[in-house]
């Protein structure tokens, strides 16, 4: 159960390299990009006949290349 938690959350990270730079730079987007993850993990879940688990999505850094 926890393992395909962790796999979910993984297949997500995709999304995040798909997040425009100056979308990622500024805080709106960055809140916009968390709810977007918590939105696709949690429907995720969902497809596996889970509940959704989660509850939020928090950075506490975040590193842009």
Do not use: W, Y
């Amino acid at each position: 159960l926890r393992r395909q938690r962790q796999m979910c959350i993984r297949d997500r990270l995709d999304t995040i390299a798909e997040t425009p730079e100056e979308d990622a730079r500024t805080k709106i987007g960055k809140e916009n990009l968390a709810q977007k993850l918590l939105s696709e993990i949690n429907t995720k879940l969902e497809s596996l006949s889970e509940e959704p688990a989660i509850e939020g999505v928090h950075f506490t850094a975040f590193a842009i290349r």
